[in-house]
Structure formats: C-alpha cells, structure tokens
C-alpha cells in the first residue's frame, strides 16, 4: 500500500475496481457513438443510392440489369441499417442484475427485416415442445424486448438433464419460432439474444396447451349468425 493511499485509508483494490468501471463505461460510450455514427454513415449511402436508383428508373426498364443492381444495393443498405440499429438497441439494453442462483434470458424479437415485434410471447420448450412452466414466459414490449428471469425457489438438479428452447408466439396464438439450437443459461448472469423470425412469420404448428392456458390470447369463437325463431 502506497503512502497516499495509506494516510487516505482508501484500498487500492477498490481505488482500482472505480478506475476499472470508469475505464470500461468510457469504452462502452465510445462503442455506442461509433454504432450512431456508422448508422449514420450507411443512411447517407441509402439517401445515395435511392438517388441512383430514381434516375436509373427514370431513363431504363425497371428489369434493366442497371436497375436491378441499383435496387439490390438499396435492400443490402436498408439491411445493413437494420443490423446496426439492432445492435444499438442491444448496446442500450440496462445490465440485469442477477442473483448468484438465478438467471436471465433477455432479447429482442424481430422480424425477417429487423423490425420490433410487440406483444408476442417468449417461453421455454423441451425437446418434445412440452411447455416448461417451471421457468414461466415474458412478453415483447413495443421494442421488441423481452425478459424471461428465473429465480428458483430450491435446487433442481433435473434442470441440467433438460434441454431448453425458446419458442415464441405471435399476437394470434401461433407459434412463429423455435430455436434451432437448446439455450443454457447462465448460472448467476443474464445472456441476450436477438430472435429474428423467419421470412413471413407462417406459424410452425400449435402452441402447447399448457402455454395458451396461461398466457396466449384466447382465440374468438366465431359468432352465431343464425336467426332463431321469434317467440310470441
């Protein structure tokens, strides 16, 4: 301990976990302003290429191979937009704070084309897509954003035997998404993960009814249109 530190009485290791948090919250707004300002690039090189695209359309055929290319260049570039925005928002996402015991799964669902998909419902599978209650299910806000945080109430040595995946279902009760891969969860943290549907968000069967007791909207019954006999 130095001499400085000693007449303080400040401890160095806790001198060096603030300079530790100053250093990386001043790396994390340097990362934040390079995804604005490349966002920003990429939406002067949209304006451009919008710009080509119109003139071209203006002097070709819309199947003249020069239009084509003006056209793929715009989509690659509203795609490419899209990527850092998703990626903005998950850089702006708060740190959870997760007991040592629990864990977080929190994301974004978007569509094919990276847009927020509000109101679905995220929820967790075994491999035979019977609905795991034990963990329970969140539901996607106006951003897309979800958060799924289990706290058990007692060991369950079971779990690890149990293979988890995500399943999502839209705003109609339909299952639009089931994760390829099992999800492990991090013991004491949070992981995150951007569910991107697939292209046309066809539903993918029919949700387990364990799910759509608790949490999925009801399905309307189609009403009655048949006229009964006016009683006298």
Partial sequence: MDASSSASGTDPS???????????????????????ALQQV????LAQANRTLAALKAQYRADDPRVQAAQATVQATQATISRVSALRQQMATPTVQVAQSDWVLQGRVLDADLNPKARFTVFLVDDQKAFLRQYGFAYTDESGYFELHFAPSKPQPE???TQLF???ANTDANP???????????IGGASFMNIVLPPGGEPIGDPPPEIRNIALPKREKPKNTKSGSNKK
């Fill in 166 to 168: 995500i399943e999502v």
């Fill in 42 to 45: 990429h939406q002067a090189r």
């Fill in 159 to 161: 779990a690890a035997a």
């Fill in 14 to 36: 806790t001198e060096a976990a603030k300079d530790l948090t100053e250093a990386l919250s001043v790396a994390d707004g340097v990362v934040r302003d390079g995804a604005q």
């Fill in 176 to 186: 639009v998404y089931l994760s390829p891969n099992p999800f492990q969860p991090v």
